[in-house]
């Protein structure tokens, strides 16, 4: 397989002449867009660089003049004709989860349209804006400025909630859009902590946007279909615009509600915003970062740190993990009301105990370390996270014995296995030196109250190591 240099230099050598030969293949009939890409044949890819045109209808070759059939060959290039196809905006998604901090590749929505599945979208990434470098956050202008949307329109995450005078989850208010490249923003609100990474990715390159380049390798998160890889197949330098096939192994690259996820290739760079598929979803289409860039008066800067306009910035991000929502509150940090049940019973100190000499490492490796992000998020941990929290003030409420046909158990199991292929020889010892009686623990609390019972009632090992 090329690397992305050999590609790159093959895509700039085909720019050349492509530059040169367009006036020509103007001049064919029913020529709608020319670019380069990878040549199709009986509807699989080949490993054949080409030029492509794109035209509003294929005619057969029997049923044109001879100067208006293309020639298979322009400039030694071997040409592609396909037929153009609509380009369908990828709204209406699935994953309604809350994450704190916000991050890139999860539910956003416009407040015109409640908690609907109308418009919803994909939060791509984060960005500055370069006139006052105020964060903002990336999608398209149909998600943003769905149902007649507006400047200052309330954004939410994964939508605006209405629960008596409040709107929990509002996390930014539309200030820019742009139909050209159907992109948008969305300015932070003061009180939104971010972390500018994207689940199931981790953080991007810092600083980091390149050119889309031809039979490069890409992924994306969104908000309907997750994470997913395709293959570039084809670049329109005019439009700034690349099309999208997905990986053999995917039976998609996006569907509805992805709309707005960044594309990222192998370097970790964001190349390209998701905006549009083909009406079967064999098909996706991007416009070019530099050209949202542009359009937005904005640049893209990544971080590994949490942040919000009025949060402490030596704050531990471990804690932002911890937070959750509920129906009446905004933020709820409930570890603390759990210490309190702890510190009432046999064994319960030593539990805080080790989890404050781990913490740190723990939740550090939950924000950075691509293994340990993916097992989490697979794993539905922040979901967990979520709903655990929400048992904390009533002792008898049943802990969901799964999530998305995930159970506890298999969380704390995968996690733990995880951790200890990624962590310091100090937590891996007491992984497996806890783990077993923890596990005894989770399977048999169904809630907090016979959790605190089986916590007193443990049989754990000697800590005097410790």
């Given at each position: 397989?090329?690397?992305?240099?050999?590609?790159?230099?093959?895509?700039?050598?085909?720019?050349?002449?492509?530059?040169?030969?367009?006036?020509?293949?103007?001049?064919?009939?029913?020529?709608?867009?020319?670019?380069?890409?990878?040549?199709?044949?009986?509807?699989?890819?080949?490993?054949?660089?080409?030029?492509?045109?794109?035209?509003?209808?294929?005619?057969?070759?029997?049923?044109?003049?001879?100067?208006?059939?293309?020639?298979?060959?322009?400039?030694?290039?071997?040409?592609?004709?396909?037929?153009?196809?609509?380009?369908?905006?990828?709204?209406?998604?699935?994953?309604?989860?809350?994450?704190?901090?916000?991050?890139?590749?999860?539910?956003?929505?416009?407040?015109?349209?409640?908690?609907?599945?109308?418009?919803?979208?994909?939060?791509?990434?984060?960005?500055?804006?370069?006139?006052?470098?105020?964060?903002?956050?990336?999608?398209?202008?149909?998600?943003?400025?769905?149902?007649?949307?507006?400047?200052?329109?309330?954004?939410?995450?994964?939508?605006?909630?209405?629960?008596?005078?409040?709107?929990?989850?509002?996390?930014?208010?539309?200030?820019?859009?742009?139909?050209?490249?159907?992109?948008?923003?969305?300015?932070?609100?003061?009180?939104?902590?971010?972390?500018?990474?994207?689940?199931?990715?981790?953080?991007?390159?810092?600083?980091?946007?390149?050119?889309?380049?031809?039979?490069?390798?890409?992924?994306?998160?969104?908000?309907?279909?997750?994470?997913?890889?395709?293959?570039?197949?084809?670049?329109?330098?005019?439009?700034?615009?690349?099309?999208?096939?997905?990986?053999?192994?995917?039976?998609?690259?996006?569907?509805?509600?992805?709309?707005?996820?960044?594309?990222?290739?192998?370097?970790?760079?964001?190349?390209?915003?998701?905006?549009?598929?083909?009406?079967?979803?064999?098909?996706?289409?991007?416009?070019?970062?530099?050209?949202?860039?542009?359009?937005?008066?904005?640049?893209?800067?990544?971080?590994?740190?949490?942040?919000?306009?009025?949060?402490?910035?030596?704050?531990?991000?471990?804690?932002?993990?911890?937070?959750?929502?509920?129906?009446?509150?905004?933020?709820?940090?409930?570890?603390?009301?759990?210490?309190?049940?702890?510190?009432?019973?046999?064994?319960?100190?030593?539990?805080?105990?080790?989890?404050?000499?781990?913490?740190?490492?723990?939740?550090?490796?939950?924000?950075?370390?691509?293994?340990?992000?993916?097992?989490?998020?697979?794993?539905?941990?922040?979901?967990?996270?979520?709903?655990?929290?929400?048992?904390?003030?009533?002792?008898?409420?049943?802990?969901?014995?799964?999530?998305?046909?995930?159970?506890?158990?298999?969380?704390i199991i995968s996690m733990a296995a995880v951790l200890e292929e990624n962590?310091?020889?100090?937590?891996?010892?007491?992984?497996?030196?806890?783990?077993?009686?923890?596990?005894?623990?989770?399977?048999?609390?169904?809630?907090?109250?016979?959790?605190?019972?089986?916590?007193?009632?443990?049989?754990?090992?000697?800590?005097?190591?410790?």
């Amino acid at each position: 397989m090329k690397t992305r240099s050999q590609l790159k230099k093959e895509q700039d050598r085909l720019l050349k002449i492509l530059q040169n030969v367009t006036p020509l293949i103007k001049k064919y009939p029913n020529v709608k867009e020319i670019g380069i890409g990878i040549k199709e044949k009986n509807g699989e890819l080949t490993k054949e660089l080409c030029i492509k045109i794109v035209v509003s209808e294929k005619i057969k070759k029997e049923n044109l003049n001879n100067r208006d059939i293309i020639p298979s060959h322009i400039e030694g290039v071997v040409t592609d004709i396909t037929e153009e196809e609509d380009k369908v905006p990828l709204c209406n998604s699935v994953d309604k989860k809350i994450y704190r901090p916000v991050i890139g590749g999860v539910m956003i929505n416009n407040i015109k349209n409640g908690n609907s599945t109308r418009g919803f979208g994909t939060l791509g990434c984060f960005a500055k804006r370069n006139s006052d470098q105020s964060w903002v956050l990336l999608s398209n202008h149909h998600v943003l400025y769905s149902s007649k949307g507006e400047d200052n329109d309330l954004i939410g995450q994964p939508w605006v909630r209405e629960s008596l005078c409040q709107k929990p989850n509002i996390i930014a208010s539309n200030c820019k859009g742009d139909l050209a490249t159907d992109s948008a923003i969305a300015v932070i609100n003061d009180q939104t902590e971010i972390s500018n990474s994207i689940a199931e990715v981790g953080n991007i390159k810092n600083g980091a946007t390149a050119q889309p380049v031809i039979a490069e390798q890409v992924i994306k998160r969104g908000a309907r279909t997750k994470l997913t890889k395709g293959v570039v197949t084809f670049y329109n330098p005019t439009k700034k615009e690349i099309t999208i096939t997905a990986d053999k192994n995917y039976r998609v690259f996006a569907y509805y509600g992805d709309s707005g996820s960044v594309i990222i290739n192998s370097n970790n760079e964001i190349t390209a915003l998701l905006f549009a598929g083909s009406r079967f979803s064999d098909k996706i289409y991007a416009k070019e970062i530099s050209a949202v860039e542009k359009a937005l008066d904005i640049t893209i800067t990544t971080t590994k740190n949490c942040f919000g306009q009025k949060s402490d910035a030596n704050k531990d991000e471990i804690y932002h993990e911890l937070h959750f929502e509920c129906d009446t509150h905004p933020t709820t940090h409930w570890p603390a009301s759990l210490s309190k049940h702890l510190k009432e019973v046999k064994n319960g100190s030593l539990f805080l105990k080790i989890i404050s000499q781990h913490e740190k490492e723990i939740f550090s490796l939950i924000n950075n370390n691509r293994a340990v992000i993916r097992t989490w998020q697979i794993k539905e941990g922040p979901a967990f996270i979520r709903a655990i929290g929400e048992c904390v003030n009533n002792v008898n409420q049943d802990i969901p014995q799964d999530i998305n046909s995930v159970s506890l158990y298999n969380l704390i199991i995968s996690m733990a296995a995880v951790l200890e292929e990624n962590c310091s020889s100090s937590l891996k010892k007491d992984i497996q030196k806890y783990s077993p009686p923890f596990l005894d623990i989770i399977y048999k609390s169904k809630n907090l109250k016979e959790f605190i019972a089986a916590v007193e009632k443990a049989k754990c090992p000697d800590d005097s190591s410790n």
